[in-house]
């Protein structure tokens, strides 16, 4: 009996010793699953400098507005919240969510827009179509776009929203996701019908939204001429802003007899996106001027202000208490400029708080620390750093897998082979747990697995690995779906192997983990 207490004292004593050992050689020398700088996009307000004073500008129009595309900062108005016709501007709403509907695989640009009874009775501004006609609907966005064709935009709206009532109710919804309360729609394309109103200030809400998460649109409204059927029908573009002004880029003008001649118009420069909207002028020629002074003041009352470069900036942080030994930090939340008015863009400091290390568990988009931005003593903004992995609390079976690897000396290898992959079965080691490697790019692996190689019979591994010297597979993991810390329970990815694509070749593609 004695004996027998002695040996479960012992065993005891070495199980305890084995998990010391196991977690202390985590920690200390880096016997861990590696995870690589994984960087996750991030959504966050941009604080800007406050707008400078207001000028007194002489506008020929009954509203106006003037933002910052990429911050939605007014840095002009007049008039903006007050309700009125928009005109053809009303197609901005049209086009986001044809635009929308695309990105969200419902059509497609050659999808054929049938043309209705309904779409042919369009008055106004048009492209004469007939009922039974069809077109794709990258030419009928070519024809809102440069010619504001009534009867296009409303074919699109049907074809999109079932109907045009359908449709309206589409558009009404959207504009209260925007958050533009003043706004009612009534139709598609923007032909004067009571209760049909909007605001200036509403035109830029919407205007911005439609450049910023639908770029494409702006291939067509910089179109200047094109044709249709064949080259039987002329397209000639309304904005003559593009021929006029420098860095124009679009986007939508409107003439009705109840909203006048109004225009929404976005231009770039220098890295300063601004969006200018004219409601209510009483010619062509004045809502041209007033655009063209509004941008004008635009551009030379503020600059786009590049961030300090902030090349010392640690990608990693330690992680006590974890299999991790650190996490990657996650920067994107700063953008690549600011808002500043030019008189006072004095030089920009950015000021980096990060404690030392973290306390695991750490999650994937953990705010870690922050980086100040200021302008002299001026904080001009303050925006997150965040976690870009897992990093979960060591526990006992963690340890022990660690130490296992470290007392075997099995040295593994990732594979991406897609033979060995499949054949393997298990766990995948997905690609944003690896960085992009001397310009290769980021990895992509094809299969469900990740599989090691290290001595032994290998169960699992592929002909292909043997003929390429990367040996048999004699392990794998199978951590099932989850973080990347859940993914890689088994211990460190000593290396990194890359096979095949982009003329890389596994002899001179295998990269220590510690380079990594």
Known sequence: ???????????????????????????????RQKNPAVQAAADQTQPVQPAAAQPALELPCRAACLIDQQTGTILYEKNADQQMPIASITKVMTLLLTFEAVHDGRIAMDTLVPVSEHAYHMGGSQIWLEPGEQFTLDEMIKAICVSSANDAAVAVAELVGGSEPGFVQMMNARAAELGMVNTTFHNACGL?????????????????????????????????TDTLRGGATQLVNTNKLLKRYNGITGLKTGTTSGAGVCISASATRDGLDLIAVVLGSLSSSERFTAATTLLDYGFAAYAAVPLPAMEDRPLLIKVKGSAEESVPLDYTALPETLLMPKENAAAL?????????????????????????????????????????????????TAFGLLWDALTGCERTVSTDAAAVSDAGGLRLFADELPALSGHGPLSLPAEAA?????????????????????????????????????RQHGAVRRVLLSGGAGLSRQDAVYPADDL
């Open 1 to 31: 009996m004695e004996r027998k207490n002695l040996a479960l004292l012992c065993a005891g004593v070495v199980c305890f010793w084995l998990f010391a050992l196991a977690f202390g050689t985590a920690q200390g020398n880096g016997l």
């Open 349 to 397: 400091t950015a000021q980096l708080d990060l404690p030392q290390e973290l306390e695991a568990p750490v999650q994937l988009g953990q705010t870690v620390g922050t980086v100040r931005i200021l302008s002299g003593e001026t904080q001009l903004g303050e925006y997150e750093v965040r976690a870009a992995a897992d990093a979960e609390k060591m526990d006992f079976g």
């Open 451 to 487: 599989v090691f190689s290290g001595g032994g019979g290998g169960a699992g591994g592929s002909a292909d690995d043997a003929a390429n010297g990367t040996g048999p597979v004699c392990c794998l993991l199978h951590a099932g779906a989850g973080q990347p810390s859940q993914r």
């Open 192 to 224: 004067d019908t009571e209760g049909h109103l909007s605001t200036a200030h509403d035109v830029a809400i919407m205007s911005r939204e439609i450049l910023n998460t639908c770029p494409e649109v702006l291939h067509y409204t910089g179109i200047w």
